[in-house]
């Protein structure tokens, strides 16, 4: 099949795809998705083939309106309302009971669903357009970084496809907050574009195992998501964490052969010029997590084109935005965290 590249302009193909039964790539505020009808089993399948996405990891359903969002559930916390209030739309998908019309296979067999509202101006007229749900996950090969970029969806699903809707480079890099509202207090399965600290805000929020995991247990996570290896360059990635990061990773490498193994670092603006003879990959400053967010996944990507054996990556804070961050960081490097 060949993968068209449309522009903004030619979105109406776009919707007479979904509406048809197609999948469709389109951009988001966080990543770019990989969409189809959420009510119709047959165009839900061919986001799960495209992907190579196991069949127990579940859809996050977009919508362009509450009340769209009313019809696929049965009861929303009070609580869960006031979250939508004020973070609809924006990069927050909540978790909650379905009702029958969400085909089973959105949802991984699971009786909830994760729905939201995106902010992006495609995405949403897009949804409305099609008068669809639109069940989207991100759009990229399963276990690879997300896409962030049009070139980006194109490397990994050209062919499998039919279309792209092209609108740049997404915001924010990161995908959304997950939050279990069918418990209370709310879940947070896993952290994305709202933060933990926003959430706290305005309700009840406990931490899912997952989130912080720096080991991969045995225990079934409540997101089946996370469960995964993910955001992974070919690479080998190692984590480096603590006070000292650049002098412990600068030592890791001289325990390197550096004639055979292609070493490169994920280092940000302050420190990137404490490496010598490495490839330097500059994620950010410190003191800009959302820009370290949004250059995160173009990043994990360049790792393999430029074709780096090994990569260490400098560690960040936890809190904040960074919480999304090293989540995801933790995830690329398979767990293989280094403390200096
Ligand atoms: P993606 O769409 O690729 O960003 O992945 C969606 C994430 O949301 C995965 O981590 C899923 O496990 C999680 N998710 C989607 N639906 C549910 C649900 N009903 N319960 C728990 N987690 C969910
Ligand atoms: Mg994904």
Redesign the pocket.
Same mark, same amino acid.
């Given at each position: 099949m060949k993968t068209q590249i449309l522009t903004a302009e030619q979105l109406d193909v776009a919707v007479e795809l979904l509406k048809n039964g197609e999948c469709v790539a389109f951009p988001t505020e966080t990543v770019y998705g990989l969409g189809a009808n959420a009510l119709d089993e047959e165009a839900v399948k061919k986001i799960f083939l495209a992907k190579g996405r196991p069949a127990d990891? %579940? &859809?996050?359903i977009h919508c362009a309106s509450k009340a769209q969002v009313f019809n696929l559930v049965t009861e929303i916390h009070p609580e869960a309302e006031i979250l939508m209030k004020h973070f609809w739309p924006g990069p927050l /998908?909540l $978790?909650l009971s379905k009702s029958d019309i969400v085909p089973k296979i959105v949802?991984g067999g &699971?009786d909830?669903? *994760?729905i939201r509202i995106p902010d992006h101006p495609l995405a949403l007229t897009l949804i409305e357009r099609s008068e669809l749900p639109i069940a *989207? %996950? /991100?759009a990229n090969t399963s276990g690879k970084p997300s896409p962030t970029r049009a070139s980006h969806v194109y490397a990994d699903l050209a062919s499998k496809i039919p279309a792209i809707l092209d609108g740049g480079s997404t915001g924010w890099g990161v995908?959304s907050t $997950?939050l279990?509202c069918t418990v209370y207090p709310f879940r947070l &399965? +896993?952290p994305g574009g709202v933060t933990v600290e926003e959430l706290r805000e305005f309700t009840a929020v406990e931490l899912d195992a997952g989130v912080y995991e720096d080991q991969q247990n045995n225990e079934k996570p +409540? /997101? %089946?998501?996370?469960k995964y290896r993910h955001y992974s360059p070919n690479a080998t990635v190692i984590l480096v964490e603590g006070d000292n990061i650049p002098s412990r990773i600068n030592q890791l490498v001289k325990e390197q052969d550096l004639t055979t193994t292609k070493v490169g670092v994920l280092a940000t603006s302050e420190t990137k010029q404490l490496y010598s003879g490495l490839t330097v990959l500059e994620m950010g400053s410190r003191t800009d997590l959302r820009q370290i967010a949004a250059n995160l996944y173009h990043l994990l990507r360049q790792v393999d084109e430029l074709e780096l054996d090994l990569v260490y990556v400098e560690g960040l804070t936890n809190d904040q935005m960074g919480m999304a961050i090293m989540n995801r960081l933790r995830k690329a490097a398979g767990y293989k965290v280094v403390y200096s």
């Open positions: 990891n %579940p &859809l996050i /998908s $978790v949802t &699971l909830t669903v *994760a *989207a %996950p /991100s995908e $997950v279990d &399965l +896993r +409540r /997101s %089946p998501g996370m």
